[in-house]
């Protein structure tokens, strides 16, 4: 199971720290990430973390404001966004199963998803 929380209202040019709860994973194995969807947009892939290659990888539009990290001891992951913009209006959803392949975000199956918690940003 996967819960979110953390998401609200900001200003542009504000910052919000997402956090994920991760149960019912091999959590130190598994690749785990962000997705997020926009209203009347597809769903996006924001980051994903692969324990398997240490690496964490960043959607263009987000490298140097948000980091991604990873609490093993808590089952938990963050999202630590800067510099919101409007355009990162979206509803962030935390995603196990992820992968990046070839500049682009995907996800194993039907992925391992969370019900996702809202950011608005305010211009």
């Known amino acids: 199971q996967l819960v979110e929380s953390g998401g609200g209202l900001v200003q542009t040019g504000g910052s919000l720290r997402l956090s994920c709860a991760a149960s019912?994973?091999?959590?130190?194995?598994?690749?785990i990430g962000w997705y997020r969807q926009a209203p009347g947009k597809e769903r996006e892939g924001v980051v994903c973390s692969i324990s398997s290659d240490g690496n964490t990888y960043y959607a263009d539009d987000v490298k140097g404001r948000f980091t991604f990290s990873r609490d093993k001891a808590k089952s938990m992951v963050y999202l630590q966004m800067n510099s919101l913009k409007p355009e990162d209006t979206a509803d962030y959803i935390c995603?196990?199963?992820?992968?990046?392949?070839?500049?682009?975000?995907?996800?194993?199956?039907?992925?391992?998803w969370g019900k996702g918690t809202r950011v608005t940003v305010s211009s």
């Open positions: 995603v196990a199963d992820c992968y990046y392949l070839i500049d682009s975000f995907g996800y194993y199956g039907e992925g391992y």
């Open positions: 019912g994973l091999n959590f130190e194995q598994d690749a």
